[in-house]
């Protein structure tokens, strides 16, 4: 926030404290209730592990000859370091001590420690064994397994533990179960060894990206944000938004959805821009709710906005073995059209409730941010050129884009950093890592256990049978029930987790299922992106809609509700996406891709018409009815149901002028 901004803000607008953005990111954010240590050695010593962490993943990236390895090395040193960090900061209990490391824990970090040098040594035998592995290899592999599900409970809580608990239980057990979940049943020393000892289980796909692209988009980010691209994001959005109808909100969601594209944490996102921007929505006129509702869609639409979508662009293009760009093609018209319904939401409340922006002399000037900061752009139009047009690889694109940012920072004194500032940014990058790489070592355990079993393709079938036997001889009311099914699956599996082991839980388990209807690959992870994502917004695990409603003080399940309301326009898109893919900008021509553009804005008008009951006026319940069907038209991209759907708006439009020429004062609703 600039020092402007700052002495003209009422007491009752005043930012957050920081202790009580600490307090709240702890309650919602697992992963923030880290140790602080009392003994200043232990300090020094945690400091240079982490530094030594970021180094080894840097010297790694840049293609250092010593440092190239068989991937399961180099995967097995990741899972280690991030094992030892993760039993020094995290505390096992809420009541053990957060000034120092129990003793039971120097046993788990010792044992954390042991493993990538087991792997090391025991590699040679596991390739001419063919990866069968011995006893000996099956204790040392449950020894890991407990470690990961352990270190994933205390970070992320129980759920993914019990997620992963349940499928090692339905692995051994399998044979027993019922329906589609029957397989033929495997031992626990086919299960041990099939996850620990070859790039299929923990250290599969889901530990691959984490200790490559992952973790350098964590370093860059940090480094970002010790430079001041915080706050060069929340300056250049109050310049241009700030001053105008409602203009706190509009500065919200777009200093959240910049950050957040960087950061990757959508509850980290609200903490970090909502201490600011929802005091100053509440003082223009906002309600707590609709505040905090603003913050959350916005800071959880960042992992949807490329180019670096929370590094979920990278592991999807890992996943579907696609090039990036490819990727973040196809995220950026859906992107826009959810941060599109959102602005006009919050300009149609602002409009309906009469409120006012922030007084424009106040309000930074765009050419003196842009004089101040704007060289920090530099970095990301480096990191695009790199990834797009250099033809060089994600992970030798982001160390040097990192190496660059440094460089650029030096260009100004208000972005400069010291020695101390890098190796600090690179600290904090280490420990912002810990948290999604054990995630996605105990999703590995889960993704695993469903390649080894068949359980993704079963359930998948499931939902296509369903979806498809429901209403026979109408493909698309069938293709929407299993788009319905898949949508609550992804919800359901998103809900409390990270949204990259989120990501890569549901496009292993939902995808298939769109895929084997002819979906292409990129639109059926997509979807199953999108409402992984939503968890964080939609009750009753909505840890971003909670932590945005501890900001505001308002009801935290009614700031859920009304985030979802705020977000219903991202709630629709992805079925926009699946019924015409051309929205991806898969083999659009101009004219179909002006189409798919106009219809679309169309039926996010509509959405937000029908949310608010508001367009040139209030609107009554009839017009709000008209305003919702013909949004849903709008979902499929025919000719016929586009014509209907711009009828409907033009209905709407006619009626309200025609009541509103009769009625000046604006008593009457239509």
Known sequence: ????????????????????????????????????????????????????????????????????????????????????????????????????????????????????????????????????????????????????????????????????????????????????????????????????????????????????????????????????????????????AGHTKGGPAKVAVLASGFLGSINGSAVANVVTTGTFTIPLMKKTGYTKEFAGAVEATASVGGQLLPPIMGAAAFVMAETLGVKYGAVIKAAVLPALIYYLGIIIQVQMRATKDHLLGLPKDQMPKVGQVMRDRGHLLIPILFLLYMLIWSGRTVIFSAFWTIVFTIVVAELRPISRMSIKDICDAFVAGAKSTVSVAIACACVGIIVGVCGLTGFALNVARAIVSIGTSAVPNMPNVSLFLTLLFTMVTCMILGMGLPSIPSYLITATIAAPALVQLGQPDIAAHMFCFYFAMFANLTPPVALASFAAAGLSGGNPMKTGWQSVKLALAGFIVPYMFVFNPQLLLENVTIASGIQVMVTACVGVLLIAAAVEGYLYGRMNVLTRIIAGVGAFLLIDSGLVTDIAGIVCLVLIIALQKLVFQRHHNGTVSA
């Open 1 to 240: 926030m600039s020092e402007q901004e700052k002495n003209m803000i009422a007491p009752e607008a005043a930012p957050v404290d920081a202790a009580k953005g600490a307090e709240i990111m702890e309650k919602y954010e697992k992963e923030s209730r880290t140790r602080t240590f009392e003994w200043d050695w232990l300090k020094k010593c945690v400091y240079i592990l982490c530094l030594a962490f970021t180094i080894y993943h840097l010297a790694y990236a840049s293609g250092i000859r010593l440092l190239q390895m068989v991937s399961i090395k180099h995967y097995a040193i990741h899972v280690g370091l991030v094992l030892v960090l993760g039993f020094i900061f995290y505390p096992a209990f809420k009541k053990s001590s957060r000034k120092k490391i129990s003793w039971y824990d120097w046993i788990f970090i010792a044992l954390s420690a042991f493993m990538p040098i087991y792997i090391f040594v025991r590699y040679p035998t596991f390739i001419s064994t063919g990866f069968q592995g011995e006893t000996i290899d099956v204790v040392v592999g449950t020894i890991l397994i407990l470690l990961v599900m352990e270190c994933s409970r205390r970070i992320s809580g129980p759920a993914l533990t019990i997620l992963s608990a349940i499928f090692l239980v339905y692995g051994v057990f399998g044979r027993s179960f019922p329906w589609i979940f029957k397989h033929r049943g495997y031992t626990w020393h086919r299960i041990v060894t099939y996850l620990t000892t070859d790039i299929y289980g923990i250290y599969g796909t889901s530990v691959g990206v984490s200790s490559t692209y992952i973790v350098l988009f964590i370093i860059f980010g940090e480094v970002m944000n010790k430079c001041g691209m915080g706050q060069f994001f929340n300056d250049i959005a109050n310049a241009l």
